[in-house]
């Protein structure tokens, strides 16, 4: 394993610039093959450096006070997932205001097209890698067949095409795509790589919600550029954290609104930066879903955390500012603007903030099996470094559980599992509670330092291979990931 992974590091990209980060815990039975990864990765960029001549000066988020030109926001072309070619390779973009950045991207746009279909609906989708490395694409959220997951054992070589193929059978969402290979996910999702999947169902169009040019895809991250503004990938083991952030890949974005009800559909894109978000004219947000789709009622709410991989559904309302006026979407945690609103138009639009019941939710109950996972260190779930070849458990298709997560430090880890949704139950530690965008069917769930965090779960719908992980991916590529088997 050892000598194996020093070869995948060096051939991922020998200019990469990773430092290393002492655990705060002991690190007295991290494997070896993990220190000298990230003292092969420091010697690589101290190299990259010498190389390139110098250490880019990338420009910090802009202060408060400064004028700061906006961009228009960037909407990710639609895109039925039905019959589609896609492809994965670098690109040079505008991320606002004629800069160009040298990035990967899904068919040239980053981020990706926003694949739409409704339940019921096949997807297939044809990967060509048109990068220097081998990738694979996970449908995040979506419940598919081990063979379409894009596991890492499904990698595709430079230059292969891979097809993917699954029934569209769950309620509507905001899912999304992005890369999944061996140790290399944090490098090609930092890089550009990731895309919106959202799926719709008759209980959601029966609600009338904001449609059309009412509802907005938000894919929201942090990113760093180097001084001739391609984006770069600095990774750390504790988290790669970029200085610039970025909506829908563009820069100091801003949004002409209506007067109207907006839905944003949001998801946190970054590799490892949790946003904590608000608006700037204290207005509240009307939450409405999250991972796995619509909650059962709706949260009115000033401040939303989330982490790496986690949605949220919003409805935000405009009608009654003036026009003229400007409403900042912010990060409470890095104080930054993410989005300018402008209200530039005042229009007459039928629709109302729903309240009362938005959908139900059968509540998973009477687990016959409790298993635990103690998300360790950096880089191991119960003290094991992932082995892409090791199955560490197997789960009766069908059967409710109990999965209990634990940290031990290191946090946050946000725990991540294919092939189903899950129901949290309950937090103990840390914060100590569940927050409303935590109702619902989700996916991707905080663990926070000291955090003890129980779901309920089950396999319902395939058989096969699947994966548990840590979202921060710099943890996912480190190993902090299990194979388990749905039998
Ligand atoms: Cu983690």
Known sequence: MME??????????EKRNIETQQETESTQGEPNHISRRTFLRAAMASAGMLAAGGVSLPVGAAKPGTVVTRNPLKIPPAASPGNFALSAAPATVDIGGGKLSNVLAYNGFFPGPTFRANSGDVASVLLTNGLSEETTVHWHGMIVPTSADGHPRDAVAPG?????????QQRACLNWYHPHPHMMTGEQVALGLA??????DAEEAALGLPSGAYEVPLIIRDAKFDSSGNLIYTAKSSGFLGNIPLVNG??????????AIYRFRVLCGSNARLFKLALSNGAQFTLIGNDGGLLETASVLGQIEFSPGERLDLIVDFRGL??????????LNSGWNLLEFNVTRQVSVAGTVPTGTLSTITPLTSPVTTREFSFDGMSRINGKVYDINRIDFQVPLGQTELWRFTTGGNAPHPAHVHGASFQV????????????WERGWKDTVLLQDGETVEV???????RGLYLLHCHKLEHEDMGMMSNFEVI
Not at 425 to 436: A, D, E, H, K
Request: aromatic share 10%.
């Open 4 to 13: 194996e992974d020093t070869v995948r590091i060096k051939q991922i990209d």
């Open 250 to 259: 563009t820069r100091d974005p801003k949004l002409d609104v209506d007067t």
């Open 195 to 200: 895309g919106a999947f959202i799926v719709n």
């Open 425 to 436: 139950q309950s937090r103990s530690g840390g914060r100590g509670v569940l927050f409303p």
């Open 160 to 168: 292969a095409s891979y097809s993917y193929q699954f029934p569209i």
């Open 456 to 462: 309920l779960i089950r396999f319902d719908a395939y």
């Open 322 to 331: 003036a026009v003229g006026t400007k409403v900042m979407l912010q990060d």
